[in-house]
């Protein structure tokens, strides 16, 4: 649990840009990640309905390594293998406590306090919403299991396709597309996020400082493809071009494309690819 202070010097800071942040401690990390499972560069079945979990947090929270490793543990479940399609999105709204996350923007703070103004007004880390539907504790792994269960059991309302272009002059063309499977409230967007794994930090200063600490599917990108109706039927498709830093393994990246309610933030559906290995 961060100490008062710093739970005050979080509150205010939110207040500058904006937003109401609640320090939040999540639960325990009280199960053993599970094996990783072996990466095969290859894209999900295609008859799989892919969940994409985003998680919302920060190298100065000492409360999110935890929930970082449980977004790893998700990633690499052999069971979840194209069936759930991790994101971390790194909140800047920590870097004024001590640590100034590398891989934070405030982009996705503001992508975060979009989904506070529609599920429970609440802003803090760790945060996981499952679907663009729920939020929860990024930590709580019986919490976030379940949701994950919920939402693989719900029936997309879109069907989306991916396919990546040859990656060259660090750019990365990818090609998506959407259709409608069933009627979804006002317009949608279809995007597409660029990913990382293997992020290893070693942390100087902050909550977390003297630790070294591991991020995967951290977001590297995210680009808006094309827009649809919610009415059943309706298609798309649009290109985008990812920057690609040449540092960048290749077997460490990947994509996510997802139609997502504009207005309501429900995720209708999703697919995902790694880049080939290098």
């Not at 503001?110 to 663009?132: F, K, M």
């Not at 019986?142 to 069907?159: I, K, N, T, W």
């Not at 070294?212 to 009415?231: F, K």
């Not at 960048?248 to 996510?256: F, K």
């Amino acid at each position: 649990m961060p100490r008062l202070l710093t739970a005050l010097l979080v509150l205010f800071t939110l207040a500058a840009v904006g937003g109401l942040a609640f320090a939040l401690s999540a639960g325990p990390d009280d199960a053993a990640p599970s094996a990783a499972a072996e990466r095969t560069g290859t894209a999900p079945a295609a008859d799989a309905h892919p969940v994409v979990i985003e998680l919302f947090t920060s190298q100065g929270c000492s409360s999110c390594p935890p929930a970082d490793r449980l977004l790893t543990e998700l990633a690499e479940d052999p069971a979840l293998a194209g069936r759930v399609l991790p994101l971390s999105f790194h909140v800047d709204y920590w870097n004024h406590i001590g640590w100034s996350d590398p891989f934070s923007s405030e982009r996705w703070s503001q992508r975060q306090r979009a989904y506070a103004e529609v599920l429970d007004g609440r802003v803090y880390t760790p945060e996981l919403v499952v679907a663009g539907r729920a939020g929860m504790a990024g930590s709580r792994r019986g919490e976030v299991r379940a949701a994950v269960r919920e939402a693989l059991a719900r029936q997309p309302a879109a069907r989306v396709e991916i396919a990546l272009g040859e990656a060259a002059d660090g750019r990365l063309p990818v090609t998506a597309s959407a259709r409608m499977l069933a009627d979804a409230d006002g317009s949608q967007e279809l995007w597409v996020a660029l990913w990382q794994d293997e992020l290893v930090t070693e942390v100087g200063r902050g909550e977390n400082g003297g630790r070294t600490l591991r991020n995967d599917r951290v977001v590297r990108q995210l680009v808006r493809a094309a827009e649809l109706t919610g009415s059943t039927g309706s298609e798309a498709s649009g290109q985008a071009v990812l920057a690609v830093d040449g540092s960048w393994p290749r077997s460490d990246l990947g994509v996510v494309a997802f139609v997502q309610d504009a207005d309501g933030k429900a995720i209708h559906g999703a697919a995902g690819a790694r880049l080939a290995g290098e």
